[in-house]
């Protein structure tokens, strides 16, 4: 057994490890250099380098992504961070309309390589504009490399490949995942972007997800296994480049497919990749495609409605049986993942 | 003129308020929504508000709950908003940073920097172009002053001439991140201000009469059409940026605290009434004990409403259905 | 024979009609004042009302958004104009983390009713900012109507229908479009959100389409219709509500399903069609879904390529003679709808 | 100081370039990009790029032939992009709006009002990390200066002494928009500048000499570490926005644009020069030939050259793909 992380060391570790291997590597954010660190993950990095490398920005967020271009531009190689990931509406227009188009509407000659992580900002009551998943957002516009990772090795591994890519890349990281542990090699690594991962195998039942729904998902499997379902969890890892193969080949197993994500079902992840399946193998399907994903409503703040609102290994759990014809009230109630949080916010 | 007791009352009511909320908050963890308290930078809202009529309007950004209360906005309903309730000013759906009493004039507050700025430009264009005399006040701080939109709608409102007052509370910090690291030395958002035309004044943001001296010229100015108008309020907050602790030390050098401590807008307030008032120290333990009666009454109230119903979960993402004619 | 417009006219009409109805109504925006008067649509309006109704803005989208937002819960109602909706990358904070969220997050209270339409710039070489269609990425975010009219009947109806609503709405046009003719009704009246149209009945393959494809579909249908080959074309009108039961029951009676979209793939509008099928058709399905859109990569500028680029009645035709088994090689080229459009820019 | 000569003879040829390719434009119908002419403005390219070394960088919004040229850019680079083949400065993907000119520091231009200022911000700010002595400078309009990016550029250069120059090429106009409806009276950009601590100069844009002198100091500034700086050039367009048409009597009354037609920067130019050069009328004469014989040479060169293969359609989307190590 190899040594364990937690989600947010793994990414202060990948950090610390991309700006040891290359000087050219910074990073950028609100309050990155302060005493919380972005929940811990910038704080090794600015003990280490200090305050040259790990920068407090002003709240200007269209312009430090453009800044951030412009010094990718001319060599650096900078990581900005969000603390909540609604904040980057205001460095779209950088970030889709330039840094994903740049490469390209240049004739191919020069790239600029900025890596922007985006924290998904569950806790209590974080609301409406606090706790916005935008992987399917950024991941509709060709040029970005878009990732959720669900694990600490894939979170370090998918934050080193970024900085190590020429392409900018978008990481989307759940904070109720921080405090997770996993197994995470010490020396550094990349996880290529566009491979995704059986994360749990099974006969019966395909969930597709990213980010925490892979946990939410995996605890469901674990919970139908007692029933006698075998749910197979397919992690994707990366939501552009999307990995159509380890999708279609799961769901051409199975033929019953559950989507989850922490985004809304029109136009999201969800439909992608139900898109994918109808499009490469819609004769697998025994049963509908089944999407699991909030209501159609802004995220609610009371308690009660939180929960009724976010994804769960509970609802993800009943979507499977339905496929399956399973009966909902024989399996027991599970609590979120994101339990374990400690307030106040 | 505002009387001074008044004043003085005002601001014992938001620290009163405030501080029992804080205690609360910390001990129960019944409250799950992001706060950000005012504790240290009442006279800010109260000075302000005080210049304002029913019928004007105040949009603030995140730290909501003073400028909510001074505008006369409905305490229990925000306590409720708090706990999550059906009974809240937002029905339990905003939280702390979305806080609203459209019959107190307080139009709304929001958690993304910045965006209040634009709104309450807007309103009062929209005001303005109506004839009406009312006037509006928006409430952020040095942080959300670095947001392209702010220097974005202090153009527009200038160009148009919306009867808008801007007052930045210019705590020093946005979390942690002292100005210095985030604003050229030797500037001031005034300054930026005042590069748009707009008439603008820098004054002590813990006086609470020269804060309301200032926003009585703002608001008189606004009303006569000839806003915007721009306030800088230099303050200081008391607790850590989001929740119930402090983060002195941390975040904060202890002696920089410490120094605030001793410029407290209440204590200031109180001293200035002693010549005219020599019963002060009798009125603030009255008012004390009135104000955290009333605060764990309306507790007491948020505590005893319902959760709204999770069946109405997505009430109200829509307005009512246009249908074809 | 009803009376014809072109499709900018229509528009014209249904904003002059709209701010005779209502003294609320405003339109603001970049140069909306001017002789050109955004494509025409805002001359008559202009000429009709004045400055003091129809408001050059600075060049200042996110704060524009704020303020129109602001004025809108002040009881007005603003139309702003873009003269590209790539703009809006610009006013989405705004549009998306306040406009749509308001009434929800206050508590259903009150509404913000503003209106934004985003022209999508085809035309020569308008390159890879300058003719984006955003109705997949608006749509995935509750709380706002997406309309994307194909007819000018349609334009003013949707457009009429926003200004009556009381809900935030953004309207996608593509330029291509304005010049196109169409019967419309002189009255003022309202299409409502949510409600598609077979804009032409088929019974061997069903084409889903929006705004100008639409047309491309219309003009693919036509030219099968002589190999023998039905096309039944599903105007889906607005993007959100998506009325899914006009694209389940066409899906169900043809089994074959082509997506035509002016955007790309990944998580946009052919992607929630694809999962809406699979959802609740899948068995309905004789073949598998296909998607005609940009390919991966932004939009060039050189001609060659910008044709390769945009998706067209030629390619429809494709993917429909594919879905059947017919002979490409039989069907004769077609020129793009825009074809007709002259330059210089 | 660079020889008033050689500023000249570099307008007079961004002059017959622009006008050569202006009439193709219109009349050939094979350049499929909108374009948008510097004719009447050439004294703010020329003037600042003059001061700068080849590898100082540019970076420029939508009106970015000029200082392409001035800054070096390869002409039949930009001309055969303009006729979108594959030998263009950026491959014929990119347009008029996206030249590029890496070897010559012409780095790049965007169609997006705003985004550049932020770029060059960031590559400026990069530079002065690297203890690099190069400089950034960046072109854009009045207009661009109302987006808040503006603003929040300015403010971060300031806060980490970039080595950028800010050139606002204020031509009165955004489109069809006079300034007055979108800045406030009696302001300039210039007193935005100032009010982040930026040390600023508003001159004539159309007096070349001028341009060049506050150019060399702007540029001198930076060098020494004492950036950001920032320049405001008065000056106006000839043509249309967009196209190589005229907008007089339409967008624009007929005696502004006549009375900036006799401000020509070219003809000041030379009468400034004439005392010193009394035979400039001929100089100009063979300039003129030359560089619009230049101007077709490239022009034959682009008609010549190949559009990008369809099969290479996707190339470039992205870079190279990172495998797992
Ligand atoms: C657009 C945006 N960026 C960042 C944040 C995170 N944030 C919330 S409050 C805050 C500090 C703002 O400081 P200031 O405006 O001075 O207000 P203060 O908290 O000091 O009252 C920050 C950075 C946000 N809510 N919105
Ligand atoms: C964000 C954005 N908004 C609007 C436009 C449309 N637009 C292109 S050029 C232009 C005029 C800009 O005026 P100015 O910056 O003064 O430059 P000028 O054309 O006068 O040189 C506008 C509004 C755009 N390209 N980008
Ligand atoms: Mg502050
Ligand atoms: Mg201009």
Partial sequence: MGRTLTYWQAIAEATVQCME?????????????????????????YERFGAARVIDTPNSENAVAGICIGAADQGLRPLVVHTRADFMFLAMDALINLASKWRYMYGDQSGVPVVMRGVVGRGWG??????????????????LYVAAPASPADAKGLLTAALRADTPVVLMENRSLYATEGEVPEEPYAVPFGKGRIARPGTDVTVVAASLMVHEAERAAALLAGQGVSVEVVDVRSVRPLDEDVICSSAARTGRVVIADTSWARYGFSAEVAAVIAERVPEALRAPVRRVTPPDCPAPVSWPLEEAFHPSAQKIADACLDLVGGDRSAVPALAGVDAGFIGPY | MTD??????????????EEELADLYRDEQEMRTPVHF????????????????????????????????AKGGDLPGMVAELYGKETGCARGRGGSVHLTDRAAGFAGSAAILGEMISVATGAAWALGRQGSRRVVVTFFGDGAAEEGVFHESLNFAAVHRAPVVYVCENNAYSISSPIAARQPAGGSVTARARAFGITAERVDGNDVAEVHAAARRAVAACRAGEGPYFLELDTYRWREHVGPGHDTGIDRPREEVESW?????????????RPAAPDVEDLLAAWDEEFRDETRLAVAAAKAAPFPAVDRLTDGAYGSPVHAS
Same sequence: chains 1, 3.
């Fill in chain 1, 21 to 45: 291997a290359d000087p050219c590597v910074v990073v950028a954010g609100q309050n990155v250099d302060d005493a919380k660190g972005s929940y811990g993950t910038t704080r090794a990095a």
């Fill in chain 1, 126 to 143: 974080q609301g409406a504009t606090h706790s916005q998943s935008l992987h399917s957002v950024f991941g509709h516009f060709p040029g």
């Fill in chain 2, 261 to 273: 401590l001793e410029r407290c807008p209440v204590r200031r307030a109180a001293d200035a009434l």
């Fill in chain 2, 4 to 17: 001074p007791a008044l004043l003085l009352r005002q601001m014992v009511r938001i620290r009163c308020v």
């Fill in chain 2, 38 to 69: 005012s504790i240290g930078q009442e006279a800010a809202a109260v000075g302000v508000c005080a210049a304002l009529r029913q019928d004007d309007l105040v949009y603030t950004g995140h730290r909501s709950h003073a400028a909510y209360l």
